[in-house]
């Protein structure tokens, strides 16, 4: 059985993605060459999405115990994917909030670079698509399109080392919270938040806020 805390459980083609950092049988993070390890469970779904009714009780910190059963061919960057079996998921507890920087990565930039996607020409250099980090200067914007005026995205701005990222937010828990409450993180003056790499679109993998803490 594979261990780990979920840090996302966001929308993704229909489904869900979830996915966490592995744990050890004492609940520490497991380190592969100097950073988190995460595992992302998969379904053979279009674009390996976990049906929703699988994953729509499991909570951002909850530890989470899953069979794998085999890892796709040819992962690239998506080095975490792993297939599982799929009525073996179950929650065996939460993971201590206290220990959430043990948890985080420390790169210089977000996927590689300080835009909102990767190019399909550089994708094939990306070993991996999840990071984890800690982020102290935020706002929470909402933004319209002109072919969509009337559905407003939720995006995160956010400064990173250095470089500021303007991202979207598809973490369901988050969105529900701040369409109840637009100011609820109006006192945090930190916030964590899980970040993943979508699928390609149009020549394009763009970087997504799977969740937030």
Request: aromatic share 12%.
């Amino acid at each position: 059985m594979a261990r780990f805390v979920c840090l996302a459980n966001s929308f993704k083609e229909g489904g869900r993605c979830l996915a966490g950092v592995e744990l050890d049988t004492n609940n520490n993070p497991v380190i592969n060459n100097g950073h988190p390890k995460w595992i992302r469970p998969i379904c053979n779904t279009p674009h390996g999405e976990v049906h929703t009714y699988l994953v729509s009780h499991i909570n951002i910190l909850d530890i989470v115990e899953v069979e794998i059963t085999n890892y796709p061919d040819g992962n690239n960057y998506q080095s975490e994917n792993a297939f599982f079996k799929e009525n073996s998921i179950n929650v065996i507890g939460s993971f201590d909030r206290s220990q959430l920087d043990r948890l985080c990565d420390n790169r210089n930039l977000i996927f590689g670079n300080r835009g909102k996607a990767i190019p399909e020409e550089a994708i094939g250099n990306m070993s991996y698509s999840l990071m984890f980090i800690k982020i102290d200067q935020f706002e929470v914007i909402e933004r319209t399109w002109e072919d969509n005026p009337n559905r407003p995205k939720t995006r995160l701005v956010f400064s990173y080392n250095g470089n500021t990222y303007d991202l979207p937010i598809t973490d369901p828990a988050f969105l529900h919270h701040y369409q109840t409450n637009p100011n609820f993180l109006n006192n945090q003056d930190q916030i964590y938040a899980s970040l993943s790499i979508a699928v390609e679109w149009k020549g394009w993998y763009y970087k997504l806020i799977a969740g937030i803490l």
